[in-house]
């Protein structure tokens, strides 16, 4: 019951946005999604899936350490038709009797070689033990755009039109929230991501992140934010269609929080 209480008050102060899983690569980015490539973008800026020529499925898992109770599980896959993305996203958020899921369905389309746009639609769902459920639609949109084979800039907003949940569990947010970012790709071997985030009733987060890809079958990532101040590391092993991510944040009030997640293209 101490959990759950702790929950309750800390999603109506942080949003729901707040376990918003970007997998382990962005995360270990310093949740850097806004302007960089990845399937996990469809939970960042759906634009980004555009660099997909393969269909891809993604698994993460994430241990938050706060309790041995909760966890978060989440599930993407993308399928990209000639300039056309279809990706679908799933994640469930809490333990046996607290839990947020949301279900979303993005479509992205590329313009050429260099602009691409990208709208996502979410269903939400919250369950609280002795309270009910409650449901909720929103929409993200996002826009990406590179300039050339290094230098790229995003867009992204999500629930700009400020959903809430419906019946008692109102107070239990979905903020809107408003990114820019870009990504630099110092080298063969270096990426530099950068976002600057502003969520409803929070103060406005700088991000930077680096992937430095030490040799073909494996990348380490860092990176900070400033509101909160969270540090994060990662990395990641590519074999040839199955790759292997992992990464850890920590936070001096929620402490650490692992996570892994398996991706294969086909």
Request: glycine share 6%; with cysteine.
């Amino acid at each position: 019951m101490k959990i759950l209480c702790f929950l309750v008050i800390y999603v109506s102060a942080n949003c729901v946005y707040a376990q918003n899983s970007q997998g382990p690569r962005l995360t270990a980015l310093a949740d850097n999604g806004t302007a960089v490539n990845d399937i996990w973008t469809l939970q960042a800026n759906p634009a980004g899936i555009t660099f997909l020529n393969h269909p891809a499925v993604s698994l993460n898992y994430i241990k938050h350490l706060l309790s041995d109770e909760i966890s978060t599980q989440a599930f993407v896959a993308v399928i990209p038709f000639k300039n056309n993305y279809a990706g679908i996203s799933f994640q469930r958020y809490g333990f046996a009797s607290y839990h947020e899921s949301k279900i979303g369905f993005a479509y992205a389309k590329k313009f050429g070689q260099k602009l691409a746009l990208a709208l996502n639609g979410n269903y939400h769902q919250l369950k609280i033990e002795d309270y009910g459920a409650s449901t909720a639609y929103t929409i993200d949109a996002g826009v990406l755009y590179q300039f050339n084979q290094h230098f790229s800039t995003g867009a992204f907003s999500s629930n700009a039109s400020r959903q809430q949940y419906s019946a008692s569990l109102r107070s239990a947010k979905i903020p809107a929230s408003y990114n820019i970012g870009a990504s630099y790709l110092a080298s063969k071997k270096v990426l530099i991501a950068t976002t600057v985030s502003k969520i409803t009733d929070q103060p406005i987060d700088v991000r930077i992140g680096v992937e430095y890809q030490l040799f073909d079958l494996l990348s380490l990532r860092g990176g900070l934010s400033t509101k909160p101040f969270k540090q994060y590391a990662g990395f990641g092993i590519n074999c040839k269609k199955f790759v292997l991510d992992m990464a850890t944040t920590y936070e001096a009030s929620l402490g650490y929080a692992p996570q892994i997640a398996i991706s294969y293209v086909f």
